[in-house]
C-alpha cells in the first residue's frame, strides 16, 4: 500500500503533550489522567489556540472551527458524528482525525496498589486499514467533497487495569488510557481519488476480498469492509463472481 502522508511536525506534537500530560508520564501523574488524553494531545497539536476550540456550532459543538474549517479528533464510534457531518459538511469543509496505534507498549495497573507493571510491547500493530469499520459507520458522507480523514498512526503506551475475570486478571480487562509516545506519521484522504492508495500495488488484475486480504496483510472480515467503502466511493468495480465471492478490479487500472 503506497499511502498520501505527511510527516508530522514532531516539535509541534512534543509542546501539545507535555501540555497535556506534563514531562514526567510516570507514576505521579496516572491518577490525574482519563481515557481522553489521544484526543486532548491530537486537539492540542492541530490547534494550539484554545480560544479556537470546543466552538459551538449550530447545536453541536466543534473540536476545533479556524479559518472556516472544522476538525473533529474521534478516537472510535464514527456513528456519534453523524448529526454533526449533517449539521456541519453543509457550509464547512470538515476533517476527522482518527489516531491508530501503530505500535503499543502495554503496562498493568493494579487497582489495590496501585502499582505498574514493566510495559510489554504488544504482538499486533496497527495499520490505516483499521478505519475502514468506522467509515462504514458514515459511509453516507464519503462522497461529501467537504469531507477529509486524517489518519494519526501513533506509537503508544496503553494502561490497562488488572480488573478482568481471568485468574490472571487480564482477559476483560479494563483500558484505563493511552498516552501518544510518537506521532510517526499522518494518512491523508482529501477527495475520492485518494482511497486509491488502499488498493495494493501487487493486484494487477481482477481479485477477491481473500486475494486483496493477503496483499494487504489484513484479516478477509476487514478486507470485505475496506471492498465495500471503496466500490461505494468508486475506487474498485464489481465484475463478476468466483464461486460466492465478488471479483473486484481497480477502476483506474
Known sequence: MNTKN????????????????GIDRQRPGIGTLSEKTVHAILKNYYEPDEDRQEIPIYNFVADIYSGGEIIEIQTRQFNKLRGKL?????QFPVTIVYPVPKEK???????????L?????SPAKGSPYDVFP??????????????RVRLAMMNMEEY?????????KKKGASRYDRIPTE??????????????????FELKDRFTSREFAKAAHITVSLAQTVLNILHYVGTVERVGKQGKLYLYEAKNQ
Open 160 to 168: 490497562k487495569l488488572l480488573n478482568g475475570w481471568s485468574r490472571d
Open 183 to 200: 506521532l510517526v506519521e499522518e494518512v491523508e484522504i482529501n477527495c475520492s481519488e485518494d482511497y486509491m492508495q488502499f488498493v495494493p
Open 6 to 21: 505527511t510527516m508530522p511536525d514532531r516539535e509541534a506534537f512534543e509542546r501539545a503533550k507535555k501540555k497535556i500530560i
Open 105 to 115: 507498549w502495554i503496562i498493568w495497573i493494579d487497582q489495590e496498589s496501585g502499582e
Open 134 to 147: 468506522e467509515l462504514y459507520k458514515i459511509k453516507a458522507f464519503l462522497k461529501n467533497p467537504n469531507l
Open 86 to 90: 449533517e449539521a456541519f459538511l453543509q
Open 117 to 121: 507493571s514493566k510495559k510489554r510491547k
